[in-house]
T-cell receptor
Framework: AQKITQTQPGMFVQEKEAVTLDCTYDTSDQSYGLFWYKQPSSGEMIFLIY??????QNATEGRYSLNFQKARKSANLVISASQLGDSAMYFCAMNGGGADGLTFGKGTHLIIQP | NAGVTQTPKFQVLKTGQSMTLQCAQD?????MSWYRQDPGMGLRLIHY???????DQGEVPNGYNVSRSTTEDFPLRLLSAAPSQTSVYFC?????????????FGQGTRLTVV
């Protein structure tokens, strides 16, 4: 069984500051993938970034980077230079060796203040 | 470029009624899945399919039925709606079930059972 823990239910951050959203995971799979999705108030799920368990480099996509620490089982999302449009729910998720979909955390509600 | 299309976007049902949530994708993806999102719970997998004619249960399958007669369509049937099925439902598709594959989500269906 897989488990994702997001310990920050909500965060307030000033515009232009960097943001770190925490994610820890638990799995018995040797190979797995870690994902971050953004859900704005309009409700859709937007893929942000992916990290494979065997990837040696941390994933980056524009202003998003994933701070992957395998020994600590953490996969934190870092948003550099936050913008008002970054205000949303953020979900960490993972999948493993089987076909049984993604396991999601409960999410972090990020609010960017001007 | 439609991606994953869910219909309807909103639905109110009476307890005991049945209905089908429609999901269609135009990306020729083999893997499709249904999730429900409840407040404070993240997304949980209901059913999934690795290809036409093949379906399996996820974490919370009770009260739901699926079929996959074509690659494009993956409808979710509520057999006898209950208030506990009030939720937001997301359909997702991906190229394959393998761990490094991004899932594309539909816009969601907000279902209320009274």
């Amino acid at each position: 069984a897989q488990k994702i823990t997001q310990t920050q239910p909500g965060m307030f951050v000033q515009e232009k500051e960097a943001v770190t959203l925490d994610c820890t995971y638990d799995t018995s799979d040797q190979s797995y993938g870690l994902f971050w999705y953004k859900q704005p108030s309009s409700g859709e799920m937007i893929f942000l970034i992916y990290q494979g368990s065997y990837d040696e480099q941390n994933a980056t996509e524009g202003r998003y980077s994933l701070n992957f620490q395998k020994a600590r089982k953490s996969a934190n999302l870092v948003i550099s230079a936050s913008q008002l449009g970054d205000s949303a729910m953020y979900f960490c998720a993972m999948n493993g060796g089987g076909a049984d979909g993604l396991t999601f955390g409960k999410g972090t509600h990020l609010i960017i203040q001007p | 470029n439609a991606g994953v299309t869910q219909t309807p976007k909103f639905q109110v049902l009476k307890t005991g009624q049945s209905m089908t949530l429609q999901c269609a994708q135009d990306m020729n993806h083999e893997y499709m899945s249904w999730y429900r999102q409840d407040p404070g719970m993240g997304l949980r997998l209901i059913h999934y399919s690795v290809g036409a004619g093949i379906t399996d249960q996820g974490e919370v399958p009770n009260g739901y039925n699926v079929s996959r007669s074509t690659t494009e369509d993956f409808p979710l049937r509520l057999l006898s709606a209950a208030p506990s099925q009030t939720s937001v439902y997301f359909c997702a598709s991906s190229y394959s079930w393998e761990m490094n594959t991004e899932a594309f989500f539909g816009q969601g269906t907000r279902l209320t059972v009274v």
